[in-house]
T-cell receptor
């Protein structure tokens, strides 16, 4: 157990819908990262937050957004969902903004029908 | 650019050693990682190595780093059926610390 929790574990929804994925980092970790794992793209970095502020952006679609709250948990919002958004979404946390090892949560498996 | 390459499959017999290879392109990477993903599970950190090291050993795991060739390997000694999983190599970008992952190597251990 990495200490990073993600909810829900599974999510099934329809095209055009909006979903919110939630992540709680390890106790004491200030940085949260979101990654997407899909069959065609592999594991790709989406976005990073540090202590409530956005620090880095990767290949994140404009339909996707994230935030980190004062209690340091983070949410990834996916809207206008398409079939191709079906993937495993991982959250990772680290103690600092770029220097520490990242520990991954169990992931949220999203299926868009 | 940043890119990490791995071979896709490796099959070994139980008790043999497994060697999983990885090449990366960003010579400024300071940390390189190995993660393990079992079916239906998340990413488990196995080990990591600093770029100023050539080798790191942790029980059955040995990581070798050749900075000149930008080549990283993970050796698993006395491979067990429980080691069957997908192994990901990752380099940490100097731009904010994001991880750049390889495609993953599926290790199959036959009894």
């Amino acid at each position: 157990d990495s200490g990073v929790t993600q909810t829900p574990k599974h999510l099934i929804t329809a095209t055009g819908q909006r979903v919110t994925l939630r992540c709680s980092p390890r106790s004491g970790d200030l940085s949260v990262y979101w990654y997407q794992q899909s069959l065609d793209q592999g594991l790709q970095f989406l976005i990073q937050y540090y202590n409530g502020e956005e620090r880095a952006k990767g290949n994140i679609l404009e339909r996707f957004s994230a935030q980190q709250f004062p209690d340091l948990h983070s949410e990834l919002n996916l809207s206008s969902l398409e079939l191709g958004d079906s993937a495993l979404y991982f959250c990772a946390s680290s103690a600092d903004w770029g220097k520490e090892t990242q520990y991954f949560g169990p992931g949220t498996r999203l299926l868009v029908l | 650019g940043e890119d990490v390459e791995q071979s896709l499959f490796l099959s070994v017999r139980e008790g043999d050693s497994s060697v999983i290879n990885c090449t990366y392109t960003d010579s400024s990477s300071t940390y390189l990682y190995w993660y393990k993903q079992e079916p239906g599970a998340g990413l488990q950190l196995l080990t990591y190595i600093f770029s100023n090291m050539d080798m790191k050993q942790d029980q059955r795991l040995t990581v070798l780093l050749n900075k000149k060739d930008k080549h990283l390997s993970l050796r698993i000694a006395d491979t067990q059926t429980g080691d069957s999983a997908i192994y990901f190599c990752a380099e940490r970008s100097n731009q904010g610390g994001k991880l750049i992952f390889g495609q993953g190597t599926e290790l199959s251990v036959k009894p």
